[in-house]
């Protein structure tokens, strides 16, 4: 298994530019969610997802969009990027069978840097 | 603002020391786990320990948890220098489906 991968490594954008983040996972896994860290910070949800076609938001979800068609892939979208938005993105993926929750596996990461 | 809380920030020992990190919440949960992060790296799971328990034991690592003062606390005994690391406690709340992590403590060993 793959286990959590994310796409891309590295980015670079310039304000106001739109990109996805992708992240996929091959575990079979209901639960997807994505994290972003700051210095200081720790890690703070943006959206999450329990299964196909079910999102919601996390505690920091303004200026992101997520959409979860299939169980494997879970993209994050910047619709209008910012300055503010520059941080390491992780996204993680854990079963999701009643309560409570098994381990969340996290993937590499991805740094972004909006200029 | 965020659930999870960790004491201290930053904590520096000698190797060979028991290291103690402490974690307060503020909602009702179903679980709390902690987790480890090496610099620049994804996050490691290490421990879970589920609402209805008290104590849970993991090789070098014990965990407490304390729902009456909504705390947990992480004992990593006989620390080594490959233990430095920041570490994080995670709370799943039982009022919704989010996983909500702390600030973090990071933990040096002095050789």
């Known amino acids: 298994n793959a286990g959590v991968t994310q796409t891309p490594k590295f980015q670079v954008l310039k304000t106001g530019q739109s990109m996805t983040l992708q992240c996929a996972q091959d575990?079979?896994?209901?639960?997807m969610s994505w994290y972003r860290q700051d210095p200081g910070m720790g890690l703070r949800l943006i959206h999450y997802?329990?299964?196909?076609?079910?999102?919601d938001q996390g505690e920091v979800p303004n200026g992101y969009n997520v959409s979860r068609s299939t169980t494997e892939d879970f993209p994050l979208r910047l619709l209008s990027a910012a300055p503010s938005q520059t941080s390491v993105y992780f996204c993680?993926?854990?079963?999701?069978?009643?309560?409570?929750?098994?381990?969340?596996?996290f993937g590499p990461g991805t740094r972004l840097l909006v200029l | 603002s965020q659930q999870g809380e960790e004491d201290p920030q930053a904590l520096s020992i000698q190797e060979g020391e028991n290291a103690t990190m402490n974690c307060s919440y503020k909602?009702?949960?179903?679980?709390l786990q902690w987790y480890r992060q090496n610099s620049g790296r994804g996050l490691v799971h290490l421990i879970l320990i589920r609402s209805n328990e008290r104590e849970k034991h993991s090789g070098r690592l014990r965990v407490t948890l304390d729902t009456s003062k909504k705390s947990s606390s992480l004992l990593i005994t006989a620390s080594r220098a490959a233990d430095t690391a920041s570490y994080f406690c995670?709370?799943?709340?039982?009022?919704?489906?989010?996983?909500?992590f702390g600030k973090g403590t990071r933990l040096h060993i002095l050789p």
């Open positions: 995670a709370t799943e709340q039982n009022r919704d489906d989010k996983i909500i």
């Open positions: 575990m079979n896994h209901e639960y």
């Open positions: 909602t009702s949960i179903n679980n």
């Open positions: 993680a993926s854990s079963y999701s069978i009643g309560s409570p929750r098994e381990t969340q596996y």
């Open positions: 997802s329990v299964g196909a076609g079910i999102t």
